[in-house]
C-alpha cells in the first residue's frame, strides 16, 4: 500500500501544483508542506490538517490519509498525540509536537494540539493515578485550581504530578502557592509564588484500556 506522502505527491502531479503552490492555497508554511511531501513526517498534525489540504487537492480526507475509500461508510475517527517519556516533557516543543515521527497514543476526539502522552511513574496522586497509568498533558493550558498539573519543582530532576492549589496572596503581593500530593507517603509543597517551581502542562484525561 501506498504511503500518505506518496499519494500526497500523486495528489500535487494529478492538480499541476508545486509544493509552494499548495503552502500558499492552505496556509501552511512551505517547510513543513515539504517534510511531508519527502516523508519526513509520518502523519500531519493540527485538528484539520488533512481536511485543508484534502479540499485543496480536490481528494478525499480519509484517501490521503489511508489510501482507502470509505464512501457510504460510517468512520470513526481516532486521534492521536505523541507519547514521550516523562524525563522529555520538560524539554518538549510544540514544533517538536508538530512534527512528531515517534510513538503515538490514541486520545479522545478535540484534545489539543499541544497535547502529549505521558506514563506515570509513581503514585503521588493515587487513587486519581497510580504508576503505569498513561495521561494526557496539555502543554498549552494555563493551570486552575484543583488541577493535576505536570511540575518540575526545586528538589526534583524530573516533572512530577501534583494537584496545583490556589496561591495564597498577600495585600503587598507577594504569597504562596501548594502543589499537593494525594498520597500521604509523598511530599506536598508550599512554595513562594513564581519560585522554584514551573508548571509544564494541565492533566487532561487518563487513558483506560477496557478487557
Known amino acids: 500500500m501506498s504511503t500518505w506522502h506518496q499519494r500526497l505527491r500523486n495528489a500535487l502531479k494529478d492538480k499541476g501544483w508545486s509544493v509552494a503552490k499548495l503552502a500558499r492555497e492552505t496556509d501552511i508554511p512551505y517547510d513543513r508542506v515539504i517534510k511531508w511531501v519527502n516523508g519526513g513526517v509520518k502523519n500531519p498534525r493540527g485538528d484539520n490538517t488533512l481536511e485543508v489540504l484534502a479540499k485543496a487537492l480536490g481528494v478525499e480526507r480519509d484517501w490521503l490519509l489511508t489510501g482507502r475509500d470509505f464512501s457510504g461508510l460510517d468512520v470513526v475517527e481516532v486521534y492521536q498525540v505523541p507519547r514521550i517519556a516523562l524525563g522529555e516533557l520538560e524539554s518538549v516543543t510544540t514544533q ?86 494525594n498520597n500521604k507517603s509523598y511530599t506536598s509543597y508550599r512554595l513562594e509564588l513564581d519560585l522554584g517551581y514551573r508548571i509544564i502542562g494541565v492533566v487532561t484525561h487518563r487513558i483506560t484500556r477496557l478487557t
Open 96 to 181: 517538536q509536537i508538530a512534527d512528531w515521527d515517534g510513538e503515538w497514543q490514541t486520545a479522545p476526539k478535540g484534545t489539543g494540539t499541544s497535547a502529549v502522552s505521558v506514563s506515570v511513574e509513581d503514585d503521588a496522586m493515587e487513587p486519581k493515578l497510580q504508576s503505569g497509568d498513561e495521561v494526557i498533558v496539555d502543554l498549552g493550558l494555563t493551570a486552575k485550581p484543583d488541577n493535576i498539573v505536570a511540575v518540575v519543582l526545586p528538589e526534583n530532576q524530573r516533572p512530577v504530578f501534583r494537584r496545583y492549589q490556589v496561591p495564597e496572596i498577600t495585600s503587598s503581593g507577594s504569597g504562596t502557592v501548594v502543589f499537593a500530593a
